[in-house]
């Protein structure tokens, strides 16, 4: 999720504000340890944000959550 932040250019407090909730949760999400729990509008500001389609959004969000499990285990 941090690459589809940065590649439309934005800093984590700057998504945090758009959809009204905690910079720290956006680091979260992108660190893997949370998964987004948005309302639906929400998401599709967040796909929005990043310029992507709800398919990657999610598929940014596995990937994030994989990449953490990985690090875990070494």
């Not at 720290?24 to 990043?50: H, I, K």
Request: glycine share 4%.
């Amino acid at each position: 999720m941090k690459q589809l932040r940065e590649q439309a250019g934005l800093r984590t407090i700057d998504v945090a504000y758009h959809l009204d909730v905690a910079e720290s949760t956006v680091r979260n999400w992108e660190y893997g340890r949370t998964m987004p729990r948005l309302r639906a509008d929400q998401f599709a500001q967040l796909c929005e944000l990043y310029k992507c389609s709800i398919h990657k959004l999610a598929q940014a969000s596995q990937n994030s959550q994989a990449e953490a499990l990985g690090n875990n285990r070494q």
